[in-house]
């Protein structure tokens, strides 16, 4: 990016802080500023971005939440009619094979693997109910207004952002509702964008914020929403399992929620550090789903919403430097999720919270475009940093060893923590997700069964129901680096992987009558936002940018 200087005119709006993205760590922050702010009597100007068309239209989630983040924000939650009601009643834990389930008994499972005192959420309306909290406080929130482009001061701190311009054609040229981005500029810039945002991609690069960190590590995520049959509905169960359809060199699992009215959340997590470039993990998802301890409770249900987004898997060794001139990371741009507890929006509050405290003291003694060390320091000596550290090396056993070996020498480690008496070491992660991919010659092609319309799905059905749009005639958001790579390399080597690792059936290799001629075709109208392409995609060619905002899925109760 070039810096704000050389950059066209544009209307702009300035404030204390600017906080990109309107998910849990971004609200948190705001909530947390305009709260110091009345403590305090010291006035101080915030402004939150959000891409999708509302509050909680892009946030997907399981959602099992640990409370402890909210309790922190607004103690007296409850009070203020959070949409937080269906406590865990129930954990199980399954170890599933090609027919058959075995059952792990609750005790051999580490503490912090125990769900009690958890509540099972919408992720998605808890983030509603956080922006309507944020906007009582005198917070600006502006959904459908996508951040694509950083400020720069000259000195090369960051300045704030600047949205992208709408009404733009795809071929370039403006149409007739064209408007021009404005600027936001702040003191402080918090950019709270999920995992791989791409100004957070952008900011790691300029200020070298991975420098001497592991690479960091994903997971893609798809997730249902079913109205299941009342006799079948269990509200407070929450199971989880490894093992099948994945083999044991494949990580991931699933989780099935059950709350609410005869809701069921069901998901499946697929590490993007799998092997096999024939590997769907949309397919995979399908086929869980007809193993016979999971199909009856479907069995004569209505699936009625789907989505599927990244998260970030590399835990302690793999969060970046936190601070820049100018803003820091929150949340999961950071990446603060704990992976065995499958469990992350209580740490991004935290750090949303850390982060919006540090910016509120730098504004009151007058500084401005400098590094917020407090907030670096505060994560340092905080439960997150701690909840982090005592899971730190589950991830890379798994990596090393396996589902079955890793998970057993893990959930030891774990143990071991509990106790005080953990590895003294931590193990590294090893290669970037991109990397980690077999040639086609020398892995075994998947043939996935036909789905049967009634437990599971086509893609392109699927992503019907994300309530997924895009202004059609907009520049592809999808941005090839160099546009002969998927047909010349990628296809030869990989069998073209892309065709199958995006849960939305957003590339196709196309071919003529005859079967010859291959094409790259990007659906970018399809696209969910998982990010999953620009982490997986083995030659990194493709770049995952913002599109107009208000654009993407759409998520109801998700």
């Known amino acids: 990016m070039s810096d704000q200087s050389a950059a066209p005119e544009r209307e702009f709006m300035e404030y204390d802080v600017v906080i990109v993205g309107g998910g849990p760590a971004g609200l948190s922050a705001a909530i947390r500023l305009r709260q110091k702010a009345a403590e305090e009597d010291f006035d101080i100007s915030v402004c939150v971005l959000e891409k999708g068309s509302e509050i909680g239209a892009h946030i997907l989630s399981g959602a099992v939440i640990d409370p402890i983040g909210l ?27 090609p027919s058959g389930a075995l059952r792990i008994p609750n005790f051999l499972m580490p503490p912090l693997m125990n769900n009690h005192g958890n509540y099972i959420v919408s992720l998605a309306n808890v983030t509603r109910w956080l922006g309507e909290q944020a906007e009582a406080l005198g917070v ?20 704030g952002v600047a949205t992208g311009d709408m009404g733009v054609a795809k071929d370039g040229s403006h149409k007739p509702g064209f408007a021009q981005g404005m600027e936001l500029r702040g003191k402080y810039t918090l950019f709270a964008e999920g995992a791989r945002g791409s100004l957070t991609k952008e900011l790691t690069r300029r200020f070298k914020l991975d420098e001497g ?3 960091q590590k994903y997971g893609i995520g798809l997730k249902e929403l079913w109205q299941v049959d009342p006799k079948k509905h269990r509200k407070g169960l929450v199971q989880h399992t490894l093992g099948w359809p994945l083999d044991d060199a494949t990580g991931g699992g699933s989780f099935l929620y059950h709350f609410g009215e005869d809701l069921v959340a069901v998901g499946f997590v697929v590490h993007l550090n799998y092997k096999n470039p024939y590997l769907s ?15 009856d409770t479907f069995e004569g249900g209505k699936r009625i919403a789907y989505g599927a987004r990244a998260i970030t898997e590399g835990g ?5 430097k936190l601070t820049f001139p100018g803003g820091a990371l929150i949340g999961c741009a950071a990446g603060f999720v704990n992976v065995p507890r499958i469990k992350g929006s209580h740490n991004a509050m935290l750090t949303g919270m850390m ?26 000596k905080s439960a997150v940093h701690k909840d982090l550290k005592r899971v730190r090396n589950v991830k890379p056993l798994l990596s090393r060893f396996g589902t079955m070996l890793g998970m057993a020498i893990g959930g030891i480690d774990m143990w071991m923590n509990q106790l005080g008496i953990g590895l003294p070491i931590t193990l590294k992660h090893g290669k970037p997700d991109y990397a980690t991919l077999k ?10 069964p036909k789905p049967d319309g009634k437990i599971s799905f086509d893609k392109l059905s699927s992503v019907f129901i994300s309530a997924t749009n895009h202004e059609e005639d907009q520049p592809v958001h999808l941005k090839l680096k160099d546009d002969a790579i998927p047909i010349a390399y990628n296809l030869p080597k990989y069998d073209e992987p ?32 998982c990010k999953t392409c620009d982490i997986k995609d083995p030659s990194q060619n493709i770049n995952w940018t913002v599109p107009e905002g208000g654009g993407g899925p759409n998520y109801p109760n998700m």
């Not at 309790?71 to 094979?97: C, H, N, R, Y």
């Open 71 to 97: 309790s922190s924000l607004i103690p007296d939650w409850k009070e203020k009619g959070a949409p937080v009601e269906t406590p865990v009643t129930a954990d199980q834990f399954l170890m599933l094979g």
């Open 316 to 320: 302690l060794q793999s969060v970046p």
């Open 213 to 215: 960190r592991d690479p």
């Open 281 to 295: 993990p949309f397919d995979e998802f399908q086929r869980y789903k007809q193993h016979p301890a999971i199909r």
């Open 498 to 529: 892309a065709q199958r690792y995006c849960p939305a059936g957003v590339y196709e290799v196309v071919r003529d009558d005859q079967g010859n001629n291959p094409r790259f075709q990007i659906n970018a109208q399809n696209c969910v936002h």
């Open 439 to 448: 040639l086609a010659k020398d892995c075994k092609p998947i043939d996935y």
């Open 140 to 159: 600006e929130v502006y959904p459908g207004f996508a951040a694509a482009e950083i400020l720069y001061n000259e000195d090369g701190s960051v300045r």
């Open 355 to 380: 982060g919006g405290e540090a910016a509120f003291n730098a504004v009151k003694d007058g500084r401005q475009s400098d590094e917020l060390v407090a907030y670096a320091e505060a994560y340092e």
